[in-house]
């Protein structure tokens, strides 16, 4: 209790300001008593806390009321008068919010939040951007009990070979003692540990029975313990003392429900035999009736746990797997990037078999290559473009194969960071580098003693406290369910059913609504830790162990053995063209682990929802071919009849190199769109955003064939769209790149600019969909551009690019190329009148608008501005994290117009005399083209 000046009473009845005073004084006297001042603050902030929920359990007030009288009520120095004061007090609380506020503000100097937004600080930082139906549900959890959470979660990755599960077996003290040569990784492993006092780790062999006894241990005491006979004696007094001056105010009597102890007991009594309840009714009866009565005698080791877990995640080094990194990489781990310091960084990378088409690595890339796929794919599924935090360091850099180093030591040590060095030039001026952790370390794994193992894990820990998310708080039931969820993983099941999840659910008291678990389930995928997909397909299955993935995946890239022989020609066609036929499916499931073969059908929309398997269509001449079109699966332009054929396409697998490229990207004798670029941000992509673009477009547009080849190849596909006209998509580096072709011989009509605007939001649509399954939270599609290269030149790769936002402040822009031989502009109307046609016509003329932007203006605009409130912001000049930061500050979810108006201000502010209303007209243009569904722009209403 401290200084307790200017706390405002303004609407607070005088009589309930007395009792505020009544209990301020009682509170001053007990607070050397530290058993009875920590009782008493409990009682109040129990109530204060349950009077602000929506839903109130009005048995909470009379618990902690009898809890009260029973305990402190009529004893020195809670005098009649006080018990009866504190009793009145307890009930003002409970109906009066402004009370509630006011005793614990006045008593504790405690702030009690009522609303979503006063928790949201609560909230883990990656949560504070939930919708508010879903921060309702959090904020609701919270308040029936929070745990703090510490958790290191620790990736190892880099190439095979490199010693990634050697380094791993010397950071875990039961392996190292093992001293176990370990095989090559297949997948993931997973190693669950907990960090001791010493700071060495120890496989958690008993934390998820400890952890799953105490949570239920707590939820049960107090249904189970005996009830106390004096509370039934005194509950009477309280009532009386309560209805007398009830009637006195001629206020009507509330009748206080049953006593719900026993009804609950006699409940779980009923469920003793039910699994997850027999072993907690155990512990329960075992727990002493007097806990002062408990056995203190308990030897402490010395070596004892600490509350931090330590979640060690080995990866897979062959390039096969990386495509599954959305799964596992994301802002919440610590990673440790381990480089083979006998490799020359331009040395090239050897691999049994070619599966590096997967990631974009090929027979020809480096061991550097690979170094900058990791740190990029780290960057990327940071979400930290989507956070108010800055970036904090998370990459550790571990050079190994020091045995087979020259030299001392320190030129080891040298050689080491020189190595590093050289490897992190490809990232001058990128903000990758802030990921990077300044301290490199170089081990021998064949020394199992070195101190520098102990080092490793030192500022492991170091820089998990540093993070943002470190020690967030998390409901208590919550974790109840982590633990339901564990003792699901140890019977062996990989794939449940969601009606089996919430029969675990069940087993909990309380368990969890049906919203409330499904925010649950969507924050533990969001986390990596399960696979949940609210897709009508996937939303009744949830994914244990997200590792299950990268086997459904594998069974799909590499070979089988034992095939049937009368299945050769299909698997002919699998090998060679990536057609995968349902006999090969099928024989691929059969050939699978129990927990794959059982759930085929899972794994097949799984794969398909994924983008890794697609249906290809055919051109059906015939109007009946209408029956067979699926509508929800095929987009089919009204003048073509489609139907899907009966196998899937892999486009991952297709190997087959592009013959000369400039033949599909450039073809001559054809009427050409300029070239449409995505190009991603920080100059990564992904790939296998690539080859599920493919898929996309093998499920919506029949394959073009050159004689009877389809013209599919490892990074280039060519679509029939249309009778004469087709799409080419291609990729190099992190640009997709799309061309539609027109082979009439007499053009006498321009292109259909419809077909090129469907075809458009089809490929864009789709990228986008792919960032939002891979990002964390990604606010807004700036994961790329729309760019349009010069329509004055053939395609070269990143060379003549126009971004497509600029034309909406610029009628004309100057062409850059090194490919043009004449320096040149290209007019907007050049460049857009294809791809853009409706965008260019929507397009108003704005000269007028050239004129300083004023408040009301503002304010206009803050009104009428929608869906491309966010891209406005970034339009104007303001990052990710600026517009993170000033949402923090101003409710999004209830006003959003505050909030535009906010960084609209800010603007204006900031550019002056440059802050026009044409400038602010255009860059809401810039906005919507980005983000819009039709293209079309609406003029703005100043």
């Not at 075992?286 to 931090?308: G, H, L, R, Y």
């Not at 998390?474 to 019977?491: A, V």
């Not at 990989?494 to 069940?506: E, F, H, P, S, T």
Request: net charge negative.
């Amino acid at each position: 209790m401290g200084d307790q000046e200017e706390i405002s009473t303004k609407g607070i009845d005088p009589e309930a300001l007395e009792y505020a005073r009544e209990v301020q004084s009682v509170a001053k006297e007990i607070a050397d008593n530290e058993n009875m001042a920590k009782q008493l603050k409990s009682i109040l902030e129990t109530i204060a806390n349950e009077s602000v929920r929506e839903e109130r359990d009005y048995l909470l007030l009379t618990g902690q009321t009898r809890d009260f009288v029973t305990s402190l009520g009529f004893t020195s120095p809670f005098s009649v008068s006080r018990t009866k004061a504190i009793i009145n007090i307890l009930l003002l609380m409970w109906n009066h919010t402004n009370v509630a506020r006011y005793v614990m503000k006045s008593v504790y100097n405690v702030d009690i939040a009522t609303t979503v937004d006063e928790m949201l600080e609560q909230f883990p930082s990656d949560l504070k951007q939930l919708d508010e139906r879903s921060a309702e549900i959090f904020a609701k959890a919270l308040k029936d009990g929070s745990e703090q959470v510490k958790n290191i979660r620790l990736m190892v990755v880099g190439m095979f070979g490199v010693g990634k599960t050697s380094l791993v077996n010397n950071l875990i003290k039961d392996l190292r003692d093992e001293n176990i040569i370990p095989n090559s990784t297949e997948g993931i492993d997973l190693r669950r540990c907990q960090l001791m006092t010493n700071g060495d780790w120890h496989l958690d062999k008993e934390q998820k029975s400890a952890k799953y006894h105490s949570r239920f241990k707590t939820a049960f005491m107090d249904v189970m313990k005996p009830s106390n006979t004096d509370v039934h004696y005194e509950l009477p007094d309280i009532q009386r003392v309560q209805d007398e001056e009830v009637h006195e105010k001629g206020e009507a009597v509330s009748e206080i429900p049953p006593d719900p102890l026993a009804a609950m007991a006699q409940n779980i009594q009923g469920r003793k035999n039910d699994d997850g309840i027999r072993d907690i009714l155990q512990i329960v009866k075992e727990e002493p009736a007097n806990k002062q009565d408990a056995p203190v005698n308990i030897p402490v080791p010395v070596e004892t746990k600490t509350d931090t877990t330590v979640s060690v995640w080995d990866f897979a080094g062959q390039t096969l797997y990386y495509s599954t990194h959305q799964f596992f990489l994301n802002r919440r781990s610590i990673y440790l990037v381990l480089m083979d310091m006998t490799k020359d960084l331009n040395e090239s990378v050897k691999e049994g078999e070619r599966s590096g088409i997967w990631c974009g690595l090929d027979n020809d890339s480096t061991y550097l290559d690979v170094f900058k796929f990791w740190l990029n794919a780290i960057h990327m599924y940071s979400g930290y473009r989507s956070m108010t935090s800055e970036i904090h360091p998370t990459v550790i850099l571990v050079g190994t194969r020091k045995d087979e180093m020259t030299g001392t030591d320190e030129k080891k040590e040298e050689q080491n960071d020189k190595y590093f060095d050289r490897a992190l030039r490809s990232f001058e001026g990128s903000p990758i580098l802030k990921h990077i952790y300044h301290i490199k370390f170089l081990v021998n794994n064949l020394s199992p003693a070195d101190p520098v193992f102990d080092k490793i894990r030192r500022h492991i820990q170091t820089l998990a406290e540093k993070q943002d998310y470190w020690g967030e708080r998390y409901p208590i039931r919550w974790i109840m369910m982590e633990q339901s969820l564990d003792k699901l993983r140890d019977t062996g099941k990989q794939v449940l059913d969601i009606k089996a999840i919430d029969d675990a659910n069940q087993l909990n008291i309380p368990p969890l609504d049906k919203e409330e678990l499904e925010l649950f389930l969507e924050i533990q995928h969001r986390h990596g830790n399960i696979l949940y997909f609210s897709t009508e397909q996937l939303k009744h299955t949830v994914v244990l162990a997200p590792q299950w993935i990268i086997e459904v995946f594998k069974r799909f890239i590499t070979h089988l053995q034992g095939k049937d022989p009368k299945l050769t020609k299909h698997w002919r066609l699998y090998e060679e063209s990536a057609i995968l036929r349902p006999e090969v499916f099928k024989e691929i499931m059969d050939n699978s682990q129990k927990d794959i073969k059982e759930n085929s059908e899972i794994v097949l929309n799984y794969m398909e929802y994924l983008d890794v398997l697609a249906k290809p269509l055919i051109r059906e001449e015939a109007d009946e071919a209408n029956e067979h079109i699926d509508k929800n699966e095929t987009v089919a332009f009204p003048q073509v009849n489609f139907k899907l054929l009966d196998f899937h396409i892999v486009p991952c697998r297709l190997k087959n190199p592009i013959p000369p490229i400039s033949r599909f990207t450039s073809p001559e004798n054809c009427e050409k769109t300029p070239v449409l670029c995505f190009a991603f941000v920080e100059n990564f992509m992904p790939p296998s955003f690539f080859h599920r673009l493919v898929a996309v477009c093998i499920s919506t547009w029949p394959i073009r064939k050159l004689g009877s080849n389809d013209q599919l190849y490892n990074g280039l596909a060519v679509f029939d769209i249309h009778k004469t006209e087709c799409l080419t998509i291609w990729y190099k580096d992190h640009i997709i790149y799309a061309r539609i072709s027109c082979c009439r011989k007499n053009l006498t009509t321009d292109f259909n600019v419809e077909l090129c605007h469907d075809v458009r939001l089809t490929l864009r649509t789709s990228l986008r969909k792919f960032v939002s399954q891979s990002l964390e939270n990604p606010r807004t599609p700036i994961a790329f551009e729309e760019y349009i290269q010069c329509p004055e030149m053939e395609y070269v790769h990143n060379d003549g690019m126009f971004r497509l936002a600029d034309f909406m402040y610029e009628r004309e822009l100057k062409c850059k190329a090194a490919s043009c031989k004449q320096t040149h502009t290209v007019e907007r109307k050049d460049a857009m009148s294809r791809w853009y046609k409706t965008t260019l016509d929507s397009l108003d003329n704005d000269d007028d608008l050239n004129t300083p932007v004023s408040e009301s203006d503002l304010s206009k605009v803050a009104k009428q501005i929608g869906y491309e409130y966010w891209m406005l912001g970034i339009e104007l000049g303001c990052s990710n994290q600026q517009m993170n930061k000033l949402r923090a500050s101003h409710d999004l979810r209830k006003d959003r117009c505050t909030f535009v108006l906010q960084y609209m201000e800010d603007w204006m502010r900031r550019e002056g005399e440059k802050a026009t209303k044409q400038r602010l007209n255009r860059a809401i243009h810039a906005a919507r083209l980005c983000l819009s569904k039709d293209d079309k722009i609406t003029p703005v209403n100043f």
